[in-house]
Structure formats: structure tokens, C-alpha cells
């Protein structure tokens, strides 16, 4: 089966300007997930969609951080305006319902000069 | 708060060795322990899951094993291959069911010499 896909891989922006990042989970799992990873650090779960709903969003900024999952499938991430912090890898995963198991996608590294 | 721990940061350890790799929690209220694979660039690969009333898992040359009441998991790699260089990371999962959020270490870099 095809795994988590995740567009761009990568993305260089100057500050203050918007960026958006798209995860197509693989067929079949209800569950999204985005997760920040810093350099030399653990991934940090920023949002967990159920189909549609975001059952879990505490630890999103969402002063310049958003995102949606419209049609329970794809989902996007978008930061508006990045800052020179956001620098990062965003990591994409999902999940079947009630299956632990979280497959993860490759990633997109940002670069916010 | 959960915080989970990985000592030390990297690793490296001649071809053929046996190796443990520790991990540490701090809140024994767990769902489950994960053991992930990543690869530079790459994102995660789940290498092992054991549930909170598990002991260890198995697979291949792995072998996971978890002690809730102590907050200690461990990752037994046998007969290490340089193959295997990538960084370990161990994550817990909230006890809140299957979905839950997942706290992942910082992560072990282990390097295995031919």
C-alpha cells in the first residue's frame, strides 16, 4: 500500500511570508496527525484530526498556525506569517481507529530565512 | 506532564555486537511504548508497540521490553549490523486510548562500524 505522502519536501521562505504544507494519509485511516520536529529533538504533536474533527489541537500556535482536513482525507498546514523559529520539519503520520500503530510520512523541511 | 528520556544521545558500537538502548518515562499512567526508526532526511518507521499490560515484544533481531511500574523500556538489538545505523526514538502513549498523543525521547543516534 501506498504510504503517507507529504508535498513539498522541502521549502524556503523569508520571514513573514505565508507557507503551506499537504499530507494525503494513507486509504483508510480515520486518524491525521502533524507533529513539529526540531533539530536534535523528539516530533511534537501539533494536531490530531478524527476524519474531519481536530480532537486534539492544544499544542497549536494558533496565533499564525492553522488547519483543516475538509473532506476527512487530505490535510493542510499552513503558518501565516512564518517566523525565523518555525524552522523545522513538519511530519505528517495517521492511523485506523482505535489501531496504536502511526505511520509517518517523510516530511517537509522549512527553512524560514 | 509526561517527559521521556533516551541516555545516552548517540552510540557507536562495532559490527556484530549486542546492544541495549534505554529509554525512560516519568508518568507510568501509559496507553502504550513505541519504538521508532529514523533514518536521516526520513521520516519514522514503528518498529515495535507493546501495550501497557505487555512485558516485551519481539521482532527479528529486536526485542523490546517494558517496565511500567519502574518507567523503564529498553530496545535489545542483536548481532548489530551497520544497517541498523539510524537514530532510535522511543515515544509513550497517553492513557487515553489508542489514538492518543504520543511523547516521543529525544532520541538515540547509533552508529554501527563495518
Excluded at chain 1, 494519509?25 to 516530533?43: A, E, K, M, R, V
Excluded at chain 1, 511534537?44 to 475538509?70: G, T
Excluded at chain 1, 501565516?80 to 510520512?105: H, I, K, M, N, W
Excluded at chain 2, 529486536?62 to 530496545?75: E, F, H, I, V, Y
Amino acid at each position: 500500500e501506498a504510504g503517507v505522502v507529504q508535498s513539498p519536501r522541502y521549502k524556503i521562505i523569508e520571514k513573514k511570508q505565508p507557507v503551506a504544507f499537504w499530507c494525503n494519509p494513507i486509504s483508510g485511516h480515520n486518524t491525521l496527525y502533524w507533529y513539529l520536529q526540531n533539530l536534535g529533538q523528539g516530533p511534537e504533536l501539533l494536531i490530531r484530526y478524527e476524519n474531519e474533527e481536530a480532537v486534539d489541537d492544544s499544542q497549536l500556535p494558533k496565533d499564525r498556525f492553522s488547519a483543516e482536513r475538509l473532506k476527512g482525507v487530505d490535510s493542510t498546514l499552513k503558518i501565516q506569517p512564518a517566523e525565523l523559529g518555525d524552522s523545522a520539519v513538519y511530519l505528517c503520520a495517521s492511523s485506523r481507529q482505535d489501531q496504536e500503530t502511526q505511520y509517518f510520512g517523510p516530511g517537509t523541511r522549512l527553512l524560514v530565512l | 506532564k509526561q517527559e521521556v528520556t533516551q541516555i545516552p544521545a548517540a552510540l557507536s558500537v562495532p559490527e556484530g555486537e549486542n546492544l541495549v538502548l534505554n529509554c525512560s518515562f516519568t508518568d507510568s499512567a501509559i496507553y502504550n511504548l513505541q519504538w521508532f526508526r529514523q533514518d536521516p532526511g526520513k521520516g519514522l518507521t514503528s518498529l515495535l508497540l507493546i501495550q501497557s499490560s505487555q512485558r516485551e515484544q519481539t521482532s527479528g533481531r529486536l526485542n523490546a521490553s517494558l517496565d511500567k511500574s519502574s518507567g523503564r523500556s529498553t530496545l535489545y538489538i542483536a548481532a548489530s549490523q551497520p544497517g541498523d545505523s539510524a537514530t532510535y526514538l522511543c515515544a509513550v502513549g497517553g492513557y487515553t486510548g489508542a489514538n492518543s498523543k504520543l511523547t516521543f525521547g529525544k532520541g538515540i543516534t547509533l552508529s554501527v562500524r563495518p
